[in-house]
């Protein structure tokens, strides 16, 4: 599971306070018990309103849904097996194993509706609330046309959920393993009130771990087993620790000091290193990074000439040569490699047969569109802001790309303004900004979790580009054609050629994660979403 938006690796840290805070969770003192380490902070442990990966994880560690990747397999979870579906496809019926919540209460079909419905209520402002689009009503409550309690979801008894949509969804099952789709507690929610997600105190969980000494900021924390899990015989591991470490190199001292057991997104000259190493792993994400440009604060962005010149200005190869080191993968366009396939065909790379050339790097014809653009627009050469994360690999970003803007495009002058994670999001969700440095990991293997990202209403589409044609092609995949693969293939092909001759979003890279990770630990997963499954994993 990999939903939400991504961070780029690295800030420096004092490493001799990281190393004090890691001191007693390595492995090497416990052999259930690993350290691995994140980019920033948890920012909410709310299964209805988090957006971004970490928290992301974090679920995944310690909550069940209906259904739960282990590798490219999508297995039943709390669903006792596969729902039996009718109507078409527009019905289909759950029954549910016997799971506790780590209180000791049973996980019921209740609990199913109260945290779908607390999803889509449009109090909650969760921004993943368009995810249920195609359930019954959901579009309807989502827009405050019709309560929550409309919503095609029903518990018949306490072990059986029934489903209804409005329209058969093909990749319905796969959605499920995202978090705005698990179980939540109504009374304990309810009793948690607005600190519900905020702190070890105010969670419950249904899933392998439970989230322990997390106070909703802090840099370290701590997942022990949950022995009410249902499926906690396969649970190996009895401690995950995590650590945030923002630098590459002080990842890499950590892991080559047996601080951590797992270190990731490093990049830079560290990435080189760690590529000759025998614990090196390059870890291909279903997910890209790309540039927003907010066409509502910034009309010289509604027009096309002046997106397209941007985009052909970045040499995406040099960038990730000089300044990622990795083996990350230049992005044709928004949707990345690997994830969405059909008879053979890769659709990412079918779709850059066509549109390709809208990413690779042209300056001359950078620099007459750009000039273009202005007279069109009326304007003279802007002086704008990139915004990105506070972080070592973000900030070398921003600058490869300023001084990329600045030497292509005549007149253009680009201000660096660096963040942290969570106020780049916040800004990012609240339109203050001209251009933000964005990523994405796929909610679940399919194009449309990322080309659903850019429709004109979309809680995501940060830009706010807007394509009427897009939007009708979008919403033709998910009626008209949703029964056809064919004929769905086809029409997502014709909406991602619109999104990059367009550049509604400028696609930067396909990320390859560099990842350390100790040759004691075995059998552990990495799935389509990006998210690592622990159970069934093991440590020598």
């Not at 790309?290 to 009309?299: H, S, V």
């Not at 990795?326 to 779709?351: M, R, V, W, Y």
């Not at 990139?386 to 007149?411: M, V």
Request: with cysteine; aromatic share 10%.
């Amino acid at each position: 599971m990999k939903f939400r938006k991504t961070m780029v690796a690295g800030t420096t840290i004092a490493l001799a306070g990281v190393l004090a805070a890691c001191g007693s969770n390595s492995a090497s003192s416990n052999g259930k018990s690993i350290t691995r380490m994140e980019s920033d902070v948890i920012s909410t442990m709310d299964p209805s309103t988090n957006t971004d990966v970490i928290g992301g994880q974090a679920l995944i560690d310690t909550m069940d849904g209906l259904y739960r990747y282990s590798g490219k397999d999508l297995k039943p979870a709390i669903a006792k097996a596969e729902p039996k579906v009718t109507d078409g496809g527009k019905v289909y019926t759950f029954n549910l194993r016997n799971a506790k919540w780590s209180n000791g209460d049973p996980v019921t079909a209740q609990d199913f509706v109260f945290g779908w419905r607390r999803t889509v209520e449009p109090k909650t402002k969760s921004q993943y609330a368009y995810l249920f689009s195609g359930v019954k009503n959901a579009d309807d409550i989502t827009a405050g046309k019709k309560a929550p309690s409309t919503l095609g979801v029903q518990a018949v008894n306490k072990t059986t959920l029934k489903v209804t949509l409005e329209h058969p969804i093909p990749y319905f099952k796969t959605m499920l393993v995202n978090p705005a789709f698990f179980p939540q507690s109504q009374k304990f929610v309810e009793k948690a009130g607005k600190k519900y997600g905020t702190a070890s105190k105010y969670l419950l969980s249904n899933g392998p771990y439970e989230l322990k000494n997390w106070n909703g900021t802090g840099n370290t924390w701590k997942e022990t087993k949950n022995k009410t899990y249902w499926n906690a015989k396969n649970v190996h591991i009895d401690t995950i620790n995590g650590q945030v470490v923002k630098d590459s190199q002080t990842a890499l001292n950590l892991y080559q000091s047996k601080k951590l057991d797992i270190a990731t997104k490093i990049s830079g000259q560290q990435a080189a290193q760690a590529k000759t190493m025998p614990d090196y792993r390059g870890l291909k994400q279903n997910g890209t990074f790309y540039l927003e440009l907010n066409e509502k604060k910034d009309p010289i962005f509604k027009n096309a000439k002046i997106r397209q010149a941007i985009s052909l200005s970045i040499n995406r190869r040099e960038y990730i040569k000089k300044v990622l080191n990795d083996s990350s993968i230049p992005a044709a366009n928004a949707t990345p490699e690997g994830l969405f396939t059909k008879d053979g065909q890769d659709f990412a790379k079918e779709a850059a047969k066509n549109d390709g050339s809208a990413t690779k790097y042209d300056p001359a014809k950078a620099k007459q569109l750009w000039t273009e653009g202005l007279k069109e627009t009326g304007q003279s050469a802007p002086t704008l802001e990139l915004l990105t994360d506070d972080t070592t690999s973000a900030k070398r970003s921003a600058e490869y790309l300023q001084s990329a803007f600045e030497q292509a495009l005549p007149g253009f002058k680009v201000n660096i303004s660096t963040v942290p994670f969570k106020t780049r999001l916040s800004r990012s969700q609240n339109g203050q900004f001209d251009m933000v440095f964005s990523g994405w990991n796929a909610d679940f293997p399919d194009a449309i979790s990322f080309l659903d990202l850019f429709t004109t209403d979309n809680a995501y589409n940060d830009g706010k580009w807007s394509n009427a044609q897009y939007d009708a092609l979008i919403k033709q995949s998910k009626t008209t054609d949703a029964t056809n693969p064919t004929a769905r293939w086809n029409t997502l092909l014709k909406a991602q050629e619109i999104l990059t001759k367009e550049q509604g979003v400028v696609p930067l890279y396909q990320r390859v994660e560099t990842t350390l990770q100790r040759k004691t630990i075995s059998n552990l997963k990495y799935n389509p979403t990006g998210s690592y499954d622990f159970v069934n994993a093991t440590v020598k």
